[in-house]
């Protein structure tokens, strides 16, 4: 279904690397003079610590009455990092906190990697009825993501920084946002989970739990904390007739061109990798306004473009594949669900909302060494150091690829830096958007833009000759050298179309 | 430039066939024991008659200061109609009515026939830039028609009902629509002149004079009756821009496809035959609505159809043509034109306008014998007692066809009768729409409906199979009996696409 699966590569790429190593080999590894961790997990340490299945299960499958966790399967990194957690108090637990202090950081990395070694079955989460919305599209008019967008498809985990929801009891999942929420867990990466567990109602927290976790629980009585705003664009429910069925297909390719458009893509992106929100999100250049702004005259290619048409432009620069044909199913869907989300709205090429964000200049020219810093800091955790994005658990994509073999190619609108500064401005981090300097985003655009991507699929057989015609009135940094390397020489020239 | 230039038929097919082909042979004939048609022109009868050219130039061609009209190369059963009128006092004249009343029914045939044989080089009119729409395009929210949609392209003359305006003096036609205005010319077919006329300001008068007819006057300084209405759905400027160039070619291609998308069309239609007013007028179907209203499933192909796909289809069927590939500059620029007009009208299959009007079911069931009646009435004055259609003095297609093979085919929208039936009452005859009651509506849709067109070119190779597989679901006539004939069975079969 997925290409390409890196599941091999995510642990390596994430600052759990030499814990992963390390702890491969010491899985089964005796403390000098102690017990192993299977030992201890069965049976204590036969001092202080009671055996961890006790609490966690023989299978340390969790335990749902007591909202404790599923310890297993999870990252061995992400389970070294809680139990550090636990011990320093950025994650406060009356039981945890005092076994995990009496802890050695030896026995700590043991007992990591014995637990991410068992196997436990466990489906991902599938049943969309048992989703409102939140899970599986987030609520963007409060700037809550989706769920699966870090968690990954079906709450099967990306990396050793975004867990398996899947799996865990639904108690566990409750307490572990009202923690978020309050305060008492901390310590989270840009404390991304604090920021968003603020944004969720107690209904939220409900329907939540529920779709990822088990058994359910009974929903909230409690009332959601905001009022549902009026339906914006796109929010209204799909018709249960024949339009709707390619409505929603149109929606299915949105999320998974990869899954449902495979044959002309060159890439695992996502259209919602750079139109957040199913292509609604006002600063992403939503569906709903560009569907309204087509035909128009495109300096790009020189001459009007249907919305068809523009779509195509997609296919094959930013999924670096090729143009579906016109009329083509893909197409009619695509367009079938921009036009079922413009509903209502003006036909009008200036409606308010078109496009991404347009960012001022920034104070300093934007800066290589400076964008580097930022991306390590803000980016990395999602697009990886190498910026090659990361998958789900299950394989299926999550993070797309910033640069390299696997992202958008040279054509791709997202190349021109003012228009990555302004989608990174408002979006980025994820679901902490607006948080970046204007600076901060202008130097981290430079700095991904700086990187070799597919080749432009307009490439005429020279770099300096592909740039004079087609990038001479972008600000995109191909044919530029950078650090000695003249980018988009050392591009993969995609093969004949 | 078109196709089957029909200049020849234009007068055999009117009421105008027996005069015609009498005068034909009694132009140079000598009444008995009286002077000669020329004569008569030249040096007056002898007796009472001055000779015609002291006041209409020696070579028919008019008198502008004195507000006399060209005489020359006008069809000679529109002369001899207004001969008739100006004797009978339909058309009151201090001058030319006891003129008239002094020539016998002879004298005035021949008088007639002489002029219209006289050859007097006229241009049509071309200048766009005298224009301010009302002779080119009509002014709907007042529901008048373009001058040139009845008197040809540039004025040049239909049959022998609208006659040429080319070439008259334009203090002539001031004076003309002033008589029409205020009742002292009478006598119009339908009443069109005297209906339209009262619709016109001053300054639409002049404008209309200048824009046709020679030399031009100074502008109106009266004010215009009404305050120009807001602009309503593509009454916006067509921008002065790479897209405005496109756009405008949509609007060509809209008005004359036989000129600007010849290699798609079987017929001489225009797409404004169907749709109004350049393909804005509510009860016609407008393509501002049509614009907001696709993506959309269609029973006709059980699919999601875009909307350059429904373009298509009007090629296909109402053009009796074949389909441009998507993307070609015909569906384009058609497309580019209906996003303009659409500008600003929200994105909704139920828009207000959408359409045609839905008439509801008569009190009668429709007859043919009543429909035939209320054609010869009310629709063979434009559409010809054939059902075939007139060109314009200059060759170019000026009422559309209704039936036979130069109309538009058996799969088109148009041979639905409640379609039909619906278009009818709120727009034909043309310029007094209303007029009609619902009975007379749909008496004559069934009577157009019930006569042979082009084939299907969904055509099974069984009018009785084509019927069940595509007409099962509409009220057209196709595959049933009319008068012995089983309507279908005798189509032309289009050529293999």
Same mark, same amino acid.
């Given at each position: 279904m997925?290409? %390409?699966?890196?599941?091999?590569?995510?642990?390596?790429?994430?600052?759990?690397?030499?814990?992963?190593?390390?702890?491969?080999?010491?899985?089964?590894? %005796?403390?000098?003079?102690?017990?192993?961790?299977?030992?201890?997990?069965?049976?204590?340490?036969?001092?202080?610590m009671?055996?961890?299945s006790?609490c966690?299960?023989?299978?340390?499958?969790g335990?749902?009455?007591?909202?404790?966790?599923?310890?297993?399967?999870?990252?061995?990194?992400?389970?070294?990092?809680q139990?550090?957690?636990?011990?320093?108090?950025?994650?406060?637990?009356?039981?945890m906190?005092?076994?995990?202090?009496?802890?050695?950081?030896?026995?700590?990395?043991q007992?990591a990697?014995?637990?991410?070694?068992?196997? &436990?079955?466990?489906?991902?989460?599938?049943?969309?009825?048992?989703?409102?919305?939140?899970?599986?599209?987030?609520?963007?008019?409060?700037?809550?993501?989706?769920?699966?967008?870090?968690?990954?498809?079906?709450?099967?985990?990306?990396?050793?920084?975004?867990?398996?929801?899947?799996?865990?009891?639904?108690?566990?999942?409750?307490?572990?946002?009202?923690?978020?929420?309050?305060?008492?867990?901390?310590?989270?990466?840009?404390?991304l989970?604090?920021?968003?567990?603020?944004?969720?109602?107690?209904?939220?927290?409900?329907?939540?739990?529920?779709?990822?976790?088990?058994?359910?629980?009974?929903?909230?009585?409690?009332?959601?904390?905001?009022?549902?705003?009026?339906?914006?664009?796109?929010?209204?429910?799909?018709?249960?007739d024949?339009?709707?069925?390619?409505?929603?297909?149109?929606?299915?390719?949105?999320?998974?061109?990869?899954?449902?458009?495979?044959?002309?893509?060159?890439?695992?992106?996502?259209?919602?990798?750079?139109?957040?929100?199913?292509?609604?999100?006002?600063?992403?250049?939503?569906?709903?306004?560009?569907?309204?702004?087509?035909?128009?005259?495109?300096?790009?290619?020189?001459?009007?473009?249907?919305?068809?048409?523009? &779509?195509?432009?997609?296919?094959?620069?930013?999924?670096?594949?090729?143009?579906?044909? &016109?009329?083509?199913?893909?197409?009619?869907?695509?367009?079938?669900?921009?036009?079922?989300?413009?509903?209502?709205?003006?036909?009008?090429?200036?409606?308010?909302?078109?496009?991404?964000?347009?960012?001022?200049?920034?104070?300093?020219?934007?800066?290589?060494?400076?964008?580097r810093?930022?991306?390590? %800091?803000?980016?990395?955790?999602?697009?990886?150091?190498?910026?090659?994005?990361?998958?789900?658990?299950?394989?299926?994509?999550?993070?797309?690829?910033?640069?390299?073999?696997?992202?958008?190619?040279?054509?791709?609108?997202?190349?021109?830096?003012?228009?990555?500064?302004?989608?990174?401005?408002?979006?980025?981090?994820?679901?902490?958007?607006?948080?970046?300097?204007?600076?901060?985003?202008?130097?981290?655009?430079?700095?991904?833009?700086?990187?070799?991507?597919p080749?432009?699929?307009?490439?005429?057989?020279?770099?300096?000759?592909?740039?004079m015609?087609?990038?001479?009135?972008?600000?995109?940094?191909?044919?530029?050298?950078?650090?000695?390397?003249?980018?988009?020489?050392?591009?993969?020239?995609?093969?004949?179309?």
């Amino acid at each position: 279904m997925f290409r %390409r699966p890196r599941d091999a590569r995510a642990c390596a790429r994430l600052a759990g690397l030499t814990a992963c190593v390390l702890l491969a080999s010491a899985a089964h590894a %005796r403390a000098p003079h102690g017990p192993s961790a299977a030992e201890i997990a069965e049976h204590g340490d036969g001092r202080n610590m009671p055996p961890c299945s006790a609490c966690h299960g023989a299978s340390g499958e969790g335990n749902s009455a007591a909202a404790l966790p599923r310890l297993a399967g999870l990252p061995a990194a992400y389970q070294l990092a809680q139990l550090n957690a636990l011990a320093d108090g950025t994650r406060a637990d009356p039981v945890m906190t005092p076994l995990a202090r009496g802890m050695s950081t030896q026995v700590r990395a043991q007992l990591a990697s014995y637990y991410a070694g068992l196997s &436990l079955h466990v489906e991902p989460a599938t049943d969309t009825a048992r989703d409102d919305g939140l899970a599986l599209r987030g609520r963007w008019s409060q700037e809550i993501p989706a769920c699966v967008q870090c968690h990954g498809d079906g709450g099967s985990g990306v990396g050793s920084a975004f867990p398996p929801l899947a799996g865990q009891p639904a108690t566990y999942i409750v307490k572990q946002l009202h923690a978020w929420k309050d305060g008492t867990r901390r310590g989270d990466p840009l404390s991304l989970m604090q920021t968003i567990a603020k944004r969720l109602s107690e209904s939220d927290i409900v329907v939540v739990a529920n779709y990822f976790g088990m058994p359910p629980l009974a929903a909230s009585t409690a009332s959601k904390d905001l009022p549902a705003p009026p339906p914006g664009p796109g929010e209204r429910p799909i018709p249960d007739d024949d339009f709707g069925k390619v409505i929603r297909q149109g929606r299915e390719i949105f999320e998974n061109p990869a899954k449902y458009a495979d044959r002309y893509m060159g890439n695992d992106l996502r259209c919602s990798s750079c139109h957040l929100d199913e292509g609604r999100h006002v600063g992403s250049a939503p569906m709903w306004a560009a569907y309204v702004s087509y035909p128009a005259y495109r300096a790009k290619n020189h001459k009007v473009n249907t919305f068809a048409e523009r &779509l195509q432009g997609c296919f094959l620069y930013s999924m670096n594949g090729t143009q579906p044909p &016109l009329g083509d199913p893909v197409l009619v869907a695509l367009e079938s669900y921009a036009y079922w989300m413009a509903r209502g709205v003006p036909v009008d090429p200036g409606v308010a909302g078109r496009g991404y964000l347009r960012l001022p200049k920034p104070p300093a020219p934007p800066d290589f060494t400076r964008g580097r810093e930022v991306y390590a %800091r803000t980016c990395a955790l999602c697009h990886g150091s190498d910026g090659a994005g990361q998958r789900a658990g299950n394989g299926s994509p999550a993070f797309p690829a910033l640069w390299g073999s696997d992202s958008y190619n040279w054509g791709a609108g997202m190349v021109g830096v003012t228009v990555a500064a302004g989608f990174i401005k408002a979006n980025m981090p994820f679901g902490l958007g607006g948080t970046l300097s204007d600076q901060e985003a202008w130097d981290v655009a430079l700095f991904v833009d700086s990187h070799e991507r597919p080749q432009d699929p307009r490439y005429t057989g020279s770099v300096a000759d592909t740039r004079m015609q087609f990038h001479d009135n972008d600000d995109s940094m191909y044919g530029k050298p950078v650090n000695g390397h003249l980018l988009g020489s050392d591009s993969v020239r995609p093969g004949p179309r």
